[in-house]
């Protein structure tokens, strides 16, 4: 249900003639509120990896872990928008990645992308957005505050980029509004890696709505408020509050679900799983 953005407020800044930017534009979050978006008359350009030619609005090609394609790409952007007064930073990958096994290919891209391709695309964007005293919205997770386990560098990633946007935030907070937004999990291509390497988190997160999370990203762009935090649901709320202020009971959850999944044959066989389900079956 989408809900006017006037009662999930009490009042909202106009989207129509906003000039924005929309990382991961192509991918299941980015198309929805590229969409969303300009159907309230934002003018909108995505910057994706891999553009597709349905895109909602116009993407312009770019990697995120380029150091030199980056700049060149948001400078296209804004040359054609006029500006900046909205950067959302949605792109992100995940995959797995047990914290007790050396770190790899797998977590450097993980941590390239979640991490360094927001600080690169908001490092090129931070002047346009200073001029304009514009917003910056950052797609964190519920696993930035509330970990789980055998993905140790989505969480850290997604971690790391909120400590990203609270420097951010005392650096240029005077001119420039920056919320991280926390989803738990939706149904999106992003867990296939996972799945495939018999990693699935089915059974330890619990799935939201799409249309929850877009409508929240849409509250922290267009509030006449600028908020810090928001989570997307309010169960999600209840455990943003456990994890940052009760970890213990959080931490103890989690575990005690983990070992259920473990006695239930859930990773039985699977090679990256094999400490855990020693640990936790025996």
């Not at 500006?83 to 990645?97: E, F, M, V």
């Amino acid at each position: 249900m989408n809900l006017p953005l006037s009662i999930l407020d009490g009042g909202h800044r106009d989207a129509h003639g906003l000039r924005v930017i929309v990382t991961g534009a192509s991918g299941t979050f980015g198309r929805a509120i590229c969409a969303r978006l300009s159907g309230l008359g934002a003018r909108v350009i995505g910057l994706d990896v891999a553009p597709r030619e349905d895109d909602p609005v116009e993407v312009v090609a770019c990697d995120l872990t380029d150091d030199e394609q980056v700049p060149e790409a948001v400078a296209e952007a804004i040359g054609r928008l006029g500006g900046l007064d909205l950067l959302i930073n949605n792109a992100g990958i995940g995959g797995p990645a047990p914290a007790e096994l050396p770190p790899g290919d797998e977590v450097r891209r993980q941590l390239d992308i979640n991490l360094l391709g927001v600080w690169r695309v908001t490092a090129a964007c931070v002047d346009s957005l200073v001029a304009s005293r514009g917003r910056v919205v950052m797609l964190s997770s519920r696993m930035a505050v509330m970990q789980l386990p055998l993905a140790a560098a989505y969480g850290a990633s997604k971690r790391a980029l909120v400590a990203y946007a609270d420097a951010l935030r005392m650096e240029i907070g005077t001119h420039v509004g920056v919320t991280c937004v926390y989803p738990s999990m939706v149904r999106s291509p992003i867990h296939d890696s996972t799945a495939s390497a018999g990693l699935s988190l089915e059974g330890m997160s619990r799935y939201e709505p799409l249309e929850g999370v877009v409508d929240t990203v849409l509250r922290a762009a267009l509030s006449r408020r600028v908020h810090r935090d928001l989570p997307t649901t309010t169960r999600g709320s209840v455990e943003f509050f456990l994890a940052r202020h009760l970890p213990s009971v959080t931490d103890r959850i989690i575990s005690r679900t983990l070992a259920e999944r473990v006695r239930s044959g859930a990773f039985k066989g699977v090679e990256l799983a094999a400490g855990v389900v020693r640990r936790f079956g025996s």
